[in-house]
């Protein structure tokens, strides 16, 4: 994207929700609408996540916010709006003022600057861990298969899995198998992480460990958008949190506002029914 | 165990300590009866059949390798190999284009399917015999304009042997199609999205994580339909092609012994189809990875282990007098 358009955007979003509004945001996310048929998922949202910033997404099940995660490496498509990652317009190009969508290929290619780790996990069952963590680099980024692994291993021992590179999924826990998902999307080295209710499948003493791996992933300052109902997690690592109810950001801000001290009933509503 | 039950007060029974008691399985008189009766059964028709004075015996070990019986078996398997190919490669096409999202692509799919399983395969094997009916010359040109570029008298081209691959192939790529189709509809949608989400393109994503994953589903109702297609090579008889039960029958009609002439096709294709089990049981295992936590050992790695085992095992380390621990 042009500086010039982000600026004008700027000028735009900026009017309505001047607390929100960063031009240098690795991730700008500028008044994006989004229907399922008659039903309207995503309303309105305008949000900007900062280079190195943790932003948890929270609200009601249905609020759009998996939705709105999914949009931001065009798992979805948009139907008005504009999300921005890095400078690059995702899943669009410009032409005269409406937004055409890009070729499978074009998108592949955003996507891989963009990691994302999902509720169910969604390892390849028929590969190791290590494949697992391997195939994209090798077969995607066409690095080097020797240089591949050796950073699969490292990663897989970053995320406490160094004696586990052999096994298939389907003899990992489910809280071993996502350690592997971060892994795998860590292997891209992607500007941004994306996490869709990461710990909601997983049993209740295996939930510490995934969210120990990504506490650290964010003191390393990777860039996060987290939707999770661990506030908790939010509380102690969020730089901003976001609370979504009905296809729109009800509140927004550092955790102590938001979480310590709502303004809005449906943001204390929802607080008091996940405490 | 130990010897002494912990003596808890209330709980104590009189032969609370004798805790080495002998369980006796039920005993079940009725499974040797019937075992017995099938037997016997099973020994008065071998014995009948073995005594029919009508069965020439030595006839069926004379023809099981006559050189018309081996042509038939070469040729059997011949348009088994390339039906099977040929159609498996069609079925993914047509499988495909019946998942699309294109409309015009997914109802000729869904026509194509209802019409080839819906008529029975031999009509269909006698119709394309008679292709030559319909069209009395094949043409290469434009359609429906008079530009040719080459043309052939139908009968010339399209031989029973091309009939018959044409019916078998054609037929068989409905059935494969719905297989292919139920695989690729068995693997979950989260791993397309996982696949697209770390940057892979549709066709490498369908290369390396969908028809791996579709794959462990196809290949158990393929290997049936390898086998069925093995047996149906048979209803080419009704055009003259000479496989391997249409040189049967052309034997047993100069010399009347048609039940030994069947008793050897049989024998033929029994051996066939339990051949073609053996590359379906190592494909299984090399697509089922992952699914079970355990491999269990091939046939031929408990041959290997039941060996090993009979050999005696290495000799036992000497006795030593060193202590030292290790890591110590």
Partial sequence: MTVNESTQSAAHAGAEQPSRFDPNALVQIRRVRKSFGAHQVLRDISLSVPAGSVTVLLGPSGSGKSTLLRCINHLETIDGGRIIVDGDLIGYRRVGNKNHEMTPRQIAKQRENIGMVFQKFNLFPHMTALENVMEAPVGVAKRSKAESKQRALDLLARVGLADFAGHYPA??????????????????DPKLMLFDEPTSALDPELVGDVLDVMRELANEGMTMIVVTHEIGFARGVADQVVFMDDGLVVESGPPSEVLDNPQRQRTRNFLESVK | MSAQTPASGAQAFEFSTEDDIVAVPLRRPWRWVSAILVLLLLSWFIVTVATNPNLDFAAVGEFLFDPRILSGVGLTILITVVSMVVSTLLAVVIAAMRLSSNPVLSSVSWFYVWAFRGTPQ????????????????????????????????????????????????????????????????????????????????????????????????????????LISMLKNTSLLSVIAVMEL????????????????????????????????????????????????????????????????????????????????????
């Fill in chain 2, 245 to 328: 039960y249409t040189q049967a029958q052309v034997i047993s009609s100069s010399n009347l012994k048609q039940v030994e002439l069947l008793i050897v096709v049989s024998a033929w294709y029994l051996f066939l189809t339990s051949v073609l089990s053996v590359p379906q049981y190592y494909l299984e295992r090399r697509f089922g990875r992952g699914t079970t936590r355990n491999l269990p050992p091939t046939p031929f790695q408990r041959i290997k282990a039941a060996l090993n085992s009979r050999k005696p095992g290495p000799e036992p380390a000497p006795a030593t007098t060193v202590t030292t621990v290790i890591g110590e």
């Fill in chain 1, 171 to 188: 003899q990992l826990s489910g809280g071993q198998q996502q350690r592997v998902a971060i892994a795998r999307a860590l292997a891209m």
């Fill in chain 2, 122 to 225: 031999l009509v269909q094997i006698v119709l394309w015999g008679y292709l030559g009916l319909l069209f009395d010359k094949l043409r290469l040109g434009i359609p429906l304009t008079d530009i040719e570029f080459w043309s052939i008298d139908t009968n010339t081209l399209i031989t029973p042997l091309v009939a018959g691959l044409l019916a078998l192939t054609l037929n068989q790529a409905a059935y494969s199609s719905e297989i292919v189709r139920a695989g690729m509809m068995s693997v979950d949608e989260g791993q397309r999205e996982a696949a697209f989400s770390l940057g892979m393109s549709p066709i490498y994503t369908f290369r390396r994580v969908l028809l791996p994953q579709a794959m462990r589903v196809i290949i158990p109702p393929m290997g049936n339909e």
